[in-house]
C-alpha cells in the first residue's frame, strides 16, 4: 500500500463517505445483508462482511497484546464491538452503517481503503497501512472514522477482563454489592 | 451485602414502571411531571413531594442501583451514559460524557463539588440580566444542598494521580486546593464513574428520588419525552415514547402524562431538544443555542514509580491558578483536575496507531493524568454551541471553534504538560493527533508552540454540558426567568444545567442543586397561588 494511494483516499473518501449513505440503502450491492453468526455469538449489527473487516482491523489496532495473535480473543473483540454498535442509538448505527457499507463494495474499499485484496485476505500489515493512513489523513471524515474504529475495537478489548493483567490492574475490588463477590 | 435503596423501595411498593416492559397506550394525570431525574430533576422532585404535591417523573435510562453496579466500564459505559459514552459533537471532536439512567449524570459522576464561583454569578449579573442570584441570595440555597448530600472537604490523602498535581503546583509555586465531595462513607474505591458501588456517593439515585417515590411519585423509567403539549400560551404535558430493553428504538407504547406544571430537567442538550421537537414560542430563536461544555483538554504521563490511577477517590486535588487569568471576560481560563483511568476509558484517549498503543496500555499503573475544564462563554468570542435536530428528532450539538478557544487550549496543554514533569514525569503526552512521548518540558513546549489546536486535532472531551435554554430576565436573550419560568409558556419550568447564561467555571453539580432548589420554592410558591 503505498502513500500515494492515501492521499488519493484522502481527497476522495469524503465524496465517497458521502455517497455511501445512498449506497447502503441500495440492495441491489447485495453483500453483506446478513447478519454474522459464529458460534454461540449472535450478532445484531455486523453482517457477514462487516465481520471480516473489524477481524481484520482488530490484530492491527491491538498489536502487541494478547488478543492480536489470537483468533478466539478476536472473535470476542469483533463479538463486543457488535454489541457496543448494537447500544447505540438508530442515528448513529446508521452513519456507522454507511461506513461499513464503503469499506465491504470493492470499488469504495479500494479507493478509500487502498485494499486491492478482500476483507478475509487483508493481512494484519495491510490494516496497520490502511488505519496509519487514516489517522493521519487530510480528510476530517476519515480521520474520525479512524477514531471510531480504534475507539471501538480498543474498547471491545480493554473492557474485556482477559486483557487487565497485561495491564498490571487486578480489575475491580471483590465486591458484596449484589450478595455476590465480582471476581 | 451492601443495603440497596432502590431494591427496598420498590420491594416496599414504590410506583415505578420500567416502560420497556409496556404493551399498551397510558395517559395520566398529575400536578407536576418532571423530565429527567438527575441533577436538577432530583432535587425538584424531592421539593415538590415535600410540598405535598403529585409527580410523575420521566426517564429515557433505567432504574440501575447498587446491586448493578459491578464497577465494569463494559456494563457502565452502554447502561449509564448517554450514546454509550460515545456522544460527539457534530465534526466529532469533542467526546461528550452525559448521564442517561435514573439520578442522570449524578449516578455516574465523579463526586467534586463546588458551588457556583462569585465571579460567575457576577458576570451573569452583569451581562445576561439574571436577578435575585448573587452571591449573598444564594448561600442558603448552595448551604442546603451541601447539608443534604453530605458535601464535605474530602479528609483522605489524595491517591498518587491526585497527589501528582499537587507536588507539581508546590515544584512551581501554583495554587491548589483539596476537593470537596458529597459522599457519606466512601470507601475510596474510585468507581464513581461506574455507579458507586456501596450508595456512599450522594448521588439523585439514593437521596432526592428515594425521597420522592417513598412520598408517592411516579416514576417511568426507559420512557422519553418526544413533545410537549400546549394551546395557547399554557403547556399542558408531555407526549414519551416507551423505548426497548437497550433504550434504543421506540416500542411503539405511548405514555401521555397531563399536568398542571411542566419542569424540564433532561439536563443541556436534552431539554434545548425537547423544545425544539415541540415548537415551544421562542421569538428570538435562543433554545439550544449558547451551549457550552466547559471543553476538555489533557495530559498524560508517564512516572517510573506506580501511580495506580484506577484506584482511589477519582478527583481530590484541583488548581485554580489559571482560572481567571484577566478576570471573568479575559482570554480563556481553565481549571486543573485529575481524571481516574480505567482500562476502556484509557484505552480510546490513548491514540497511538499499531503496537505503541499496547505499549502504553501495558503501563496503565505508572500512567498519570491531567485534566483542564477550560471556562467557556464568558466572552464574545466564546458563543458555544448550538443544539439541531437530526432528521429522527435525535439532538446533535455544532460546536465550533475560534481563535480565542484554541488559544486557551494550547495554554491549557502546556500548563499541564510542565506541572507534570515538575511532579517528577519521566514523558508526557499531551493529548492530541500528532503529538509524541516528550521527555522534557522543553521539547514538549515547543511541540505544543506548533501543533494545531483544530477539530479532531487536538483531543477535547466533555463532562459539563451546560446552557442552551438560558436564564434571566430579558426575553430576548433568555428563554426562562431567572426563576426558571419560561418567558412565553405558562406552567412551563425549567431546572437543569441547561439554565446556565454561560459555563460554570467549575464542575457544575452543586450549581444545579442550590439553583434548582432556588426554583423549586418559586414553582410551590406559584403552584399554591
Ligand atoms: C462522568 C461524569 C463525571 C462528572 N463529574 C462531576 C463532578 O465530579 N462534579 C460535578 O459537579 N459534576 C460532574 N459531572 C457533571 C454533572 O453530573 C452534571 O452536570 C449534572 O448531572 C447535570 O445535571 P442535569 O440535571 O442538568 O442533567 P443530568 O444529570 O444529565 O440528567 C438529565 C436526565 O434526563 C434524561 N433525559 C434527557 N432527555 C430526556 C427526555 N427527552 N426524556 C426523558 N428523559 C430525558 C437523561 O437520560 C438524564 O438522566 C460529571 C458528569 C459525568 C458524565
Ligand atoms: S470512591 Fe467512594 S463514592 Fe466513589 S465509587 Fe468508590 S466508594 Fe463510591
Known amino acids: ?76 473483540v469483533v463479538h463486543a464491538v457488535d454489541q457496543t454498535i448494537a447500544a447505540f442509538q438508530p442515528s448513529v448505527q446508521a452513519e456507522l452503517r454507511q461506513l461499513f457499507t464503503l469499506m465491504t463494495l470493492a470499488p469504495t474499499r479500494v479507493l478509500v481503503c487502498g485494499l486491492w485484496r478482500d476483507w478475509p485476505a487483508v493481512t494484519p500489515d495491510d490494516a496497520d497501512a490502511m488505519l496509519r493512513g487514516w489517522h493521519a489523513s ?40 449484589n450478595g455476590e463477590v465480582t471476581e | 451485602m451492601i443495603p440497596d435503596p432502590i431494591a427496598e423501595g420498590l420491594a416496599n411498593g414504590w410506583s415505578a414502571v420500567d416502560a420497556s416492559g409496556l404493551s399498551e397506550n397510558k395517559t395520566l394525570e398529575t400536578d407536576v411531571v418532571i423530565v429527567g431525574t438527575g441533577a436538577g430533576g432530583g432535587m425538584c422532585a424531592e421539593v415538590l413531594c415535600a410540598a405535598g404535591f403529585k409527580v410523575v417523573l420521566i426517564e429515557e435510562g433505567p432504574l440501575r442501583s447498587s446491586r448493578d453496579f459491578t464497577m465494569r466500564e463494559s456494563f457502565a459505559y452502554p447502561e449509564l451514559y448517554q450514546e454509550s459514552a460515545s456522544r460527539k459533537t457534530k465534526d466529532k471532536a469533542i467526546n461528550i460524557l452525559q448521564g442517561r439512567c435514573v439520578g442522570g449524570g449524578t449516578t455516574v459522576n465523579w463526586t467534586s463539588s463546588f458551588e457556583t464561583p462569585p465571579p460567575t454569578l457576577a ?20 448551604d442546603k444542598a451541601f447539608a443534604r448530600l453530605g458535601i464535605h472537604q474530602w479528609p483522605v ?12 503546583a508546590e515544584q512551581l509555586g501554583l495554587s491548589f486546593e483539596i476537593m470537596q465531595r458529597n459522599v457519606r462513607g466512601c470507601a475510596n474505591l474510585g468507581y464513581c464513574g461506574m455507579g458507586c458501588p456501596i450508595n456512599a456517593k450522594q448521588s439523585m439515585l439514593i437521596t432526592t428520588i428515594p425521597a420522592a ?12 419525552a418526544v413533545r410537549l403539549m400546549f394551546s395557547g400560551d399554557r403547556v399542558q404535558g408531555v407526549v414519551c415514547a416507551a423505548l426497548d430493553e437497550r433504550g434504543v428504538f421506540p416500542t411503539g407504547v405511548q405514555i401521555e402524562v397531563r399536568a398542571k406544571a411542566v419542569v424540564l430537567a433532561g439536563g443541556a442538550i436534552g431539554t434545548p431538544a425537547l423544545l425544539l421537537r415541540s415548537g415551544t414560542p421562542d421569538p428570538y430563536q435562543l433554545a439550544g443555542k449558547r451551549t457550552f461544555l466547559h471543553p476538555v483538554t489533557a495530559a498524560t504521563a508517564f512516572f517510573e514509580e506506580e501511580i495506580r490511577p484506577f484506584e482511589g477517590a477519582p478527583q481530590s486535588i484541583y488548581s485554580d491558578e489559571y482560572l481567571w487569568p484577566e478576570g471573568a471576560d479575559g482570554p480563556m481560563g481553565f481549571k486543573l483536575e485529575v481524571p481516574p483511568l480505567h482500562p476502556v476509558i484509557s484505552a480510546t484517549v490513548l491514540d497511538f496507531p499499531g503496537s505503541a498503543h499496547h505499549t502504553a496500555m501495558a503501563r496503565l499503573a505508572h500512567i498519570q493524568g491531567m485534566l483542564a475544564l477550560c471556562r467557556d462563554g464568558f466572552h464574545p468570542d466564546s458563543p458555544g454551541g448550538q443544539v439541531n435536530l437530526r432528521t429522527d428528532g435525535s439532538p446533535l450539538l455544532d460546536y465550533p471553534f475560534t481563535d480565542f478557544l484554541r488559544d486557551g487550549f494550547r495554554r491549557s ?68 426567568n431567572s426563576e426558571g419560568r419560561h418567558h412565553h409558556l405558562q406552567h412551563l419550568w425549567v431546572m437543569d444545567g441547561s439554565v446556565f447564561p454561560t459555563s460554570i467555571g467549575s464542575n457544575p453539580q452543586v450549581s444545579i442543586y442550590g439553583m434548582t432548589l432556588k426554583n423549586a420554592e418559586a414553582l410551590v410558591k406559584s403552584l399554591k397561588s
Not at chain 1, 447485495?30 to 462487516?50: M, Q, S
Not at chain 1, 477482563?161 to 458484596?176: D, I, Q, T
Not at chain 2, 411519585?217 to 426507559?222: E, H, K, N, P
Request: with cysteine; hydrophobic share 40%; charged share 20%.
Open chain 2, 413 to 480: 496543554l502546556k500548563a499541564m504538560v510542565e506541572i507534570q514533569f515538575a511532579a517528577g514525569a519521566k514523558e508526557v503526552v499531551p493529548l492530541h493527533r500528532h503529538s509524541q512521548p516528550y521527555k522534557t518540558w522543553a521539547e514538549a513546549k515547543k511541540a505544543l508552540d506548533a501543533l494545531p489546536m483544530d477539530p479532531t486535532m487536538v483531543r477535547l472531551f466533555s463532562a459539563h454540558v451546560m446552557g442552551g435554554c438560558p436564564l434571566g430576565e430579558d426575553p430576548r436573550q433568555a428563554l426562562v
Open chain 1, 138 to 177: 487530510r480528510t476530517a471524515l476519515l480521520r474520525s472514522a479512524y477514531d471510531g474504529l480504534q475507539q471501538l475495537i480498543t474498547a471491545a478489548w480493554y473492557g474485556n477482563p482477559r486483557s487487565w493483567p497485561a495491564l498490571g490492574y487486578a480489575g475491580p475490588p471483590p465486591f458484596h454489592n
Open chain 2, 213 to 224: 417515590l417513598d412520598s408517592g411519585a411516579a416514576l417511568y423509567s426507559r420512557t422519553r
Open chain 2, 157 to 168: 490523602p489524595p491517591n498518587p494521580n491526585n497527589a501528582a498535581l499537587q507536588r507539581g
Open chain 1, 1 to 76: 500500500m503505498q502513500r500515494r494511494t492515501f492521499l488519493k483516499a484522502g481527497l476522495l473518501g469524503g465524496t465517497a463517505l458521502a455517497c455511501a449513505g445512498w449506497l447502503s440503502h441500495d440492495t441491489f450491492w447485495g453483500k453483506g445483508t446478513h447478519l454474522a453468526a459464529k458460534g454461540d455469538h449472535r450478532y445484531d449489527f455486523l453482517t457477514e462482511a462487516d465481520h471480516a473487516v473489524v477481524s481484520a482491523l482488530a490484530p492491527a489496532v491491538l498489536a502487541g497484546s494478547e488478543a492480536a495473535g489470537n483468533p478466539k480473543l478476536t472473535e470476542e
Open chain 2, 123 to 142: 458576570h451573569w449579573q452583569k451581562h445576561h440580566d439574571v436577578a435575585g442570584c448573587d452571591e449573598a441570595a444564594m448561600k442558603p440555597w448552595f
